[in-house]
């Protein structure tokens, strides 16, 4: 089968597409034909050695896919040759077919597309679990989301709107911008042109936020959690900037604020039964199409390399795929 593989750490361009053995599934594992294989921040960095979980080389990058299963290993229950799934495999999806545990795939929906599939689970996933368990977003919140075109960022805007909150998106364009007003935002900051506190205090009318949502990191965590308002909450996410921000701590001490952390995949494996009412919750939202996940780009598998580029260059908006 061909697969994408990182043989030496570097950028994108040091990926090369290969022909290697056809996956077996072992016991407890199936083996998954890939329609469509997600494309993450994570994916970016993992390959420079810069992520905090680091695979040995030679690996496959890709850690979101959807496909169909092709093969059953012994011991698998619940799943069949045939079965649409999708999984979070943290390696392996920039391929045509991976083996992994059975335990990490999810059925999909029959009205779900792969390519929508593929782009779900890590952005509506975190976001889920960042404003609901661990922010406890309600109606009537006010809801800043920085990098509010990315993946988790546009999803963050359309489940804070889903649960009543007001949003307000901020991104580095306006063509972004108006992206995330399709996607229900109510009020819009451009951070490139704007003064990011002096908009969130004109959007607030003095109020304040809230709950900040930042997968972003860099800059503009310090002037945003500036401008939290009493018991805010401030989610940390990820830090996409590539800079991890210090935040002087008399400033939740003077806000009575929330510094939050925010680590799903974790959640996800300590608290696999609240996970699997998570994707329940999800696929309600998205068949009542209280959310609708944005797949903006789709590439071939010989192209993953300039789609890495594109999310390297932040010019992603919503989701990306690759489709082998």
């Not at 890939?34 to 994570?42: E, L, S, T, Y």
């Not at 952005?123 to 368990?133: K, Q, S, V, Y």
């Not at 310090?222 to 701590?249: D, K, M, T």
Request: aromatic share 6%; net charge neutral.
């Amino acid at each position: 089968m061909r697969a994408i593989v990182c043989e030496a750490w570097g950028g994108p361009d040091t990926l090369a597409l290969r022909e290697i053995a056809d996956p077996v599934a072992g016991t407890g594992e199936v083996v998954v034909k890939i329609h469509a294989a997600g494309v993450n921040f994570p994916d970016v960095l993992i390959i420079q050695k810069k992520y905090q979980v680091q695979p040995a080389l030679p690996f496959t990058p890709g850690a979101e896919i959807a496909g169909e299963i092709e093969a059953v290993g012994e011991g698998v229950a619940g799943f069949k040759v045939g079965d649409r799934v999708l999984a979070l495999c943290s390696t392996g999806g920039f391929a045509e077919k991976i083996a992994l545990n059975a335990h990490l795939c999810v059925p999909i929906p029959a009205q779900v597309p792969y390519d929508v599939a593929a782009g779900f689970m890590l952005a509506f996933c975190t976001a889920h679990h960042a404003l609901i368990d661990r922010g406890g977003v309600a109606s009537g919140d006010t809801v800043l989301v920085l990098g509010a075109a990315g993946g988790v960022g546009l999803a963050s805007v359309e489940i804070a709107k889903a649960r009543g909150a007001t949003v307000i998106a901020a991104a580095s364009s306006d063509a972004k911008l108006v992206i995330c007003r399709e996607r229900g935002a109510d009020l819009t900051i451009n951070y490139t042109t704007e003064d990011l506190r002096a908009a969130i205090k004109t959007h607030t009318e003095g109020r304040g936020l809230d709950i900040i949502v930042d997968p972003v990191g860099g800059a503009f965590a310090e002037p945003a959690f500036r401008s939290i308002a009493w018991r805010g909450r401030y989610l940390v996410i990820g830090f996409a900037n590539g800079e991890i921000p210090s935040l002087p701590l008399n400033l939740p001490l003077l806000k009575g604020a929330s510094i939050v952390g925010v680590f799903w995949g974790e959640f996800a494996r300590r608290e696999p039964a609240r996970q699997i009412a998570m994707m329940q919750d999800l696929f309600e939202m998205l068949a009542e199409r209280k959310i609708r996940p944005l797949i903006s780009k789709t590439y071939r598998l010989e192209d993953a390399r300039q789609a890495l580029h594109d999310m390297a260059a932040r010019q992603v908006t919503g989701k990306i795929v690759i489709t082998p």
